[in-house]
């Protein structure tokens, strides 16, 4: 549509015209703003953090430091703004889905069904936090927000308007198999929206164990040996390192070995014929099993018998699908029960720490990665990420953000993080899925070769676990390993900084300024990542990680010697002087200029909060 020219448009035109665009329909979201009463106090007050000290957890050194801030998570934001603009990977949070149920309080008031500004107040609350979070975010960063119905259509207007140049993805995971009665309807899903760049990849999954470890023997339709009789014929294996050393001619017709396996004096004789010794065919040819044999087969020990396998399938790896029905996403089973082993305390719907898990795992790209969740109520997204630095050795780290309603983060968040790293006590049975498949008519064709699969992974994980169950539920085969506990969950080691929010006046004197820059402390090595300290008097401090150093001088008149200090350094400093207005002081720093990155405090962080609270 042509832009109107209203270079020559009268008054009483130009007034119709407005009434005629007010009467418009607009697409998007239209709602009563409804003020916040956490927004507007920083308005008065601007933010800081306190450390709490006694809630320090450092189980070594070498390995990355977690945050647990506690606080209403606009301020904290607020705060992050400062200390990680542009630095996280990924958001994921799990904010109130404003069901009416008054589990979500607004300016200190319960929101309940009956209160006719309740879509209003929770757009507002999104609004005000989505906005804040926008600028941590990496420029490739990607932010997952978990919803239900209630909200999904606003929350995806919503993000429109703040995010216009991401991508939404929506995924609907069944975290309550039992389902709730809901307008006719059992309800029995809730979903994760991912937030992407344009052309953003997300990761493969791992294929199920039925698809990775398909046998090299065909089995149903056309498996027999007169189907395809060119594909019947030995491999030869070595008998210390099961590797293929030969690959036998087709055998004449008239012809039948007389076993699976036959053991010769230095190797073994391995043909495609069943349990039933029914002669089958290999899937792949001669010349392609001489070619590519060591490389994509694997041979292993089934009961008495040797069984070829492939390495990779084509189904090694899987695209996530944007329905997530597997039973590990019961948010009962893998939610509630792990928080009351851990915490020994209730908490109303936490996430399963299984969808969780995938959620970040579909789109985590760097082991190295920091992933804020800045609703994070039981703890599990912080769980999510030790759990993964268990499994590969990574260094994620994780930044938690709740407030202390009803003692969520003493009470909660805070001992689960402590427990999961420490270890904790528990009493009673582990149970893990070792192998599952779903049940289908196709699939019972195959059934013989998932039995010798789970056999196989019994023998492999006979140490791991005192007992074994084989369960067909839900339409799926399953085996689990079963392991009572020795009455302690092993730690996954780690460490943690626990901080909360506070404040100091924001009316810019002099006096003001200088009680920011004293409250900065804990905010500046938060923002440098080093929290060692190396040196502290009145004038200055020195702090240090393995990589850097981080330097606070409070008063101007301290600097000469806050040079001599750090000239028996070996290392770069990040530097920040107290100043009333904005000076670096370059000129007394030029002989270091090298050695030293300054900045100026208070006014680099009222800079940030000028443009957040504007």
């Known amino acids: 549509m042509a832009k109107k020219d209203y270079t020559n448009w009268d008054r009483k035109e130009l007034i119709k015209e407005i009434d005629q665009l007010r009467k418009r329909k607009k697409y998007g979201l239209v709602w009563e703003d409804k003020p916040e009463n956490v927004v507007e106090q920083c308005k008065t007050e601007l933010p800081v953090l306190e450390e709490v000290k006694s809630k320090e957890i450092i189980t070594d050194p070498n390995k990355p430091i977690n945050l647990l801030i506690e606080g209403d998570n606009y301020h904290a934001l607020s705060v992050l703004n400062y200390t990680h603009k542009g630095k996280i990977d990924v958001i994921y949070i799990d904010p109130p889905y404003n069901t009416g149920a008054k589990d979500w309080k607004y300016n200190n008031d319960y929101v309940d069904i009956n209160d006719q500004w309740r879509h209003s107040k929770w757009i507002s609350f999104m609004r005000n936090r989505l906005q804040v979070s926008k600028g941590l975010l990496k420029s490739d960063g990607i932010m997952i927000i ?16 703040i995010f216009p140049n991401k991508v939404k993805n929506t995924v609907a995971i069944v975290h ?100 039933k010794n029914i002669e089958k065919n290999w899937y792949y040819s001669r010349k392609r099993v001489i070619e590519k044999g060591n490389e994509e087969l694997t041979f ?24 997530w029905a597997e039973k590990e996403y019961d948010a009962g089973a893998y939610g509630s029960t792990i928080v009351k082993n851990i ?31 800045f609703f994070a109520g ?17 260094g994620r780290k994780f930044i938690l953000c709740t407030n202390n309603e009803n003692d969520i983060a003493t ?52 140490d791991n676990f005192d007992k074994f169950e084989v369960k067909v539920e839900d339409n799926f085969l399953r085996l689990y390993g079963i392991k009572k506990s020795n009455g302690k969950k092993e730690g996954l080691g780690g460490n943690l900084k626990y901080f909360k929010t506070s404040f100091v006046p924001a009316d810019p004197t002099d006096k003001n300024k200088i009680a920011l820059t004293k409250k ?95």
Request: include cysteine.
């Open 520 to 614: 900065a402390t804990e905010m500046l090595c938060v923002k440098e990542d080093t929290f060692e300290e190396v040196k502290s008097t009145k004038q200055y401090k020195i702090f240090r990680n393995k990589k850097r150093y981080t330097g606070i001088v409070f008063d101007h008149q301290a600097i000469d010697d806050f040079k001599k200090e750090i000239a028996k350094i070996d290392g770069k400093f990040s530097l920040y002087i107290f100043s009333l207005g904005d000076d670096t002081f370059d000129e007394e720093f030029e002989d270091m200029k090298k050695k030293v990155k300054l900045s100026p405090i208070p006014e680099a962080i009222l800079r940030v909060y000028r443009r957040i609270f504007k």
């Open 300 to 323: 292993k020990w089934v009961k008495d018998k040797i069984n070829p396998y492939f390495k990779h399938s084509n189904n090694s790896e899987q695209t996530y699908k944007t329905v």
């Open 378 to 394: 039981s703890g599990t997204t912080g769980q999510a990420i030790m759990e993964l630095n268990k499994e590969d050795g990574g």
């Open 146 to 161: 978990a919803i239900d119905d209630n909200e999904l259509a606003t929350l995806s207007l919503l993000i429109d308007e």
């Open 343 to 373: 915490t020994d305390n209730n908490f109303p719907f936490p996430k399963s720490i299984h969808a969780v898990k995938d959620c970040l795992k579909a789109v985590l790209k760097s082991d190295k990665a920091i992933v804020l969740d």
């Open 176 to 275: 309550n198999p039992h389902g709730v009665s809901r307008s006719g309807f059992s309800r029995c899903h809730e979903y994760a929206v991912f937030l992407l760049n344009q052309n953003q990849i997300i990761n493969k999954k791992t294929a199920p164990e039925d698809l990775r470890n398909i046998n090299l023997r065909r089995s149903g339709n056309n498996s027999l040996r007169a189907d395809s009789p060119t594909m019947f014929y030995p491999i030869y294996l070595d008998k210390k390192t099961l590797k293929i050393t030969k690959v036998g001619e087709v055998p004449a017709n008239d012809f039948h070995p007389t076993s699976q396996m036959i053991e010769k004096k230095d190797s073994y004789e391995i043909w495609p014929i069943d349990d």
């Open 411 to 462: 009470d909660i968040t805070f001992p689960r993080i402590k427990n999961l790293i420490n270890g904790y006590k528990y009493a009673g049975t582990e149970k893990k899925i070792l192998f599952e498949k779903l049940l289908s008519n196709k699939s019972l064709q195959t059934i013989d070769i998932d039995l010798a699969r789970i056999e196989e992974i019994r023998i492999t994980e006979k």
